[in-house]
């Protein structure tokens, strides 16, 4: 049983940074595909960016590509999101998920486990 933890949201103006952290335990990492999810009030969960098992590979949803990266630290059972340049409309609960599959996937029925969320407000 993997257990994730998020943490790095916060209240930031427009065009500004924040660091997603995802840390995870109880299991063997490197044996995740990781993704980062969002969900904005009234809106359906939607995948913003995902990463392989080894970090070989990365998918970005097009309203963040250029702006957000995501990374891996194995060593460090951690995942990031690096979220630059935000917009108002970046505002949301994003999630970080675990997917037991060797592949890049972007629909959370793809991914067994779960962060607790954590909120990013951007402020225009």
């Known amino acids: 049983q993997v257990q994730l933890v998020e943490s790095g949201g916060g209240l930031v103006q427009a065009g500004g940074s924040l660091r997603l952290s995802c840390a995870a335990s109880?299991?063997?990492?490197?044996?995740?595909?990781m993704g980062w999810f969002r969900q904005a009030p009234g809106k359906e969960r939607d995948v913003v960016a995902a990463?392989?098992?080894?970090?070989?590979?990365?998918y970005y949803a097009d309203s963040v590509k250029g702006r957000f990266t995501i990374s891996r630290d194995n060593a460090k059972n951690t995942a990031y999101l690096q979220m630059n340049s935000l917009k108002p409309e970046d505002t949301a609960v994003y999630y970080c998920?675990?997917?037991?599959?060797?592949?890049?996937?972007?629909?959370?029925?793809?991914?067994?486990?779960w962060g607790q969320g954590t909120q990013v407000t951007v402020s225009s």
């Open positions: 990463v392989r098992r080894s970090g070989s590979s990365t």
């Open positions: 109880g299991g063997t990492f490197s044996s995740y595909a």
């Open positions: 998920a675990a997917s037991a599959g060797w592949g890049l996937y972007l629909s959370d029925g793809n991914y067994n486990y």
